[in-house]
């Protein structure tokens, strides 16, 4: 059964880059066709996509966070990772991470989802 | 961007009553690709319907997905005490991906 599993620091200062990771287990990312991407959620709001990247590096981002977000993979230790530079209070939110549903196909549903992790911008 | 509507934001419900959420999108979904999620306190959100209206292995009948072009409905035919929970859209027709507001589904 694939499982995701999300990991980073809870705690974060105003303008640091926000670094996540999530690793994937009982599948493979190099050998899946899938796209991998991050949502997040604020406290008590909505979802929102932040980016999706396959096992080759192709990625695709939301506009609204293109400028300060960068998604990386690692195939060989079967992860992804999210990069968001100069964080602010607005960030905070819980992270997840999931799979994308379809052959190479970045726009898709989600299934599975990661537990999430919340990530709080604070000085 | 297209912009998806969740109505109404709240609702109180018994065990046992037949509920509809509605989403609206700001423009025509490409080939109805839009998704229903349902998230407990606490959880990540867990896939519902697919493709407007086919369910997600393991769901349960009593919820059905409907619509097409900028009207989609989520329907639980019957409340089961574990639906009470907040409901999600999310539309895959374009870039880029985007939720709705959510619906929550309060006991009354």
């Known amino acids: ?123 | 961007e297209i912009v998806l509507t969740q109505s109404p934001g709240t609702l109180a419900l018994s065990p046992g009553e037949r509920v509809t959420l509605s989403c609206r999108a700001s423009q025509s979904v490409s080939s109805n690709y839009l998704a229903w999620y349902q998230q407990k306190r606490g959880q990540a959100p867990r896939l519902l319907i697919y493709d407007a209206s086919s369910r997600a292995t393991g769901i349960p009948d009593r919820f059905s997905g409907g619509g097409s072009g900028t009207d989609f409905s989520l329907t639980i035919a019957r409340l089961e005490p574990e639906d009470f929970a907040v409901y999600y859209c999310q539309q895959y027709g374009s870039a880029p991906l985007t939720f709705g507001g959510g619906t929550k589904v309060d006991i009354k």
């Open chain 1, 1 to 123: 059964q694939l499982q995701l599993q999300e990991s980073g620091p809870g705690l974060m200062k105003p303008s640091e880059t926000l670094s996540l990771t999530c690793t994937v287990s009982g599948g493979s990312i190099s050998s899946s066709f899938h796209y991998w991407g991050w949502i997040r959620q604020p406290p008590g709001k909505g979802l929102e996509w932040i980016g999706s990247i396959y096992s080759s590096g192709s990625t695709y981002y939301n506009p609204s966070l293109k400028s300060r977000v960068s998604i990386s993979v690692d195939a060989s230790k079967n992860l992804f990772s999210l990069n968001l530079s100069s964080v602010t209070a607005a960030d905070t939110a819980v992270y997840y991470c999931a799979r994308l549903n379809g052959d190479y196909d970045p726009h898709n549903y989600f299934d599975p989802w990661g537990q999430g992790t919340l990530v709080t911008v604070s000085s």
